[in-house]
């Protein structure tokens, strides 16, 4: 696997800065990293996601996809992140963060032209 382009690390620096019981939705990274989309933010995680906190990324309306659905619950029970009834989905309206601007891990500057 080659190693992850810059919208790539910058996808996996704003997942690893999401506090434990908080979750962010795949369109709210991309939002917030003002690129790409929650397509391009779910290949990242898909591809790069096994060494940050990938259960703290959900679906808009709070579901996981399948591939996270047994282990996911575990990550939230120990961490407190609010569920809605039956457990299933994450609580939006309480576990969702948004990051303060800086909080936000911007563009590499590109070096000056000589």
Do not use: C
Request: no cysteine.
């Amino acid at each position: 696997m080659s190693d992850p382009n810059p919208f790539a690390e910058r996808v996996l620096d704003l997942v690893e800065r999401i506090p434990a019981g908080r979750v962010m939705a795949y369109g709210d990274i991309a939002e917030a990293l003002q690129d790409g989309g929650p397509r391009q933010v779910g290949r990242v995680m898909a591809l790069y996601g096994g060494g940050v906190p990938w259960w703290r990324v959900v679906r808009a309306d709070g579901s996981l996809p399948p591939s996270h659905a047994v282990r996911a619950p575990k990550h939230y029970r120990a961490e407190g992140t609010p569920l809605r009834s039956g457990g299933e989905r994450v609580d939006m309206t309480v576990a969702r963060w948004t990051p303060d601007p800086e909080d936000v891990p911007q563009e590499p500057e590109l070096p000056p032209v000589p």
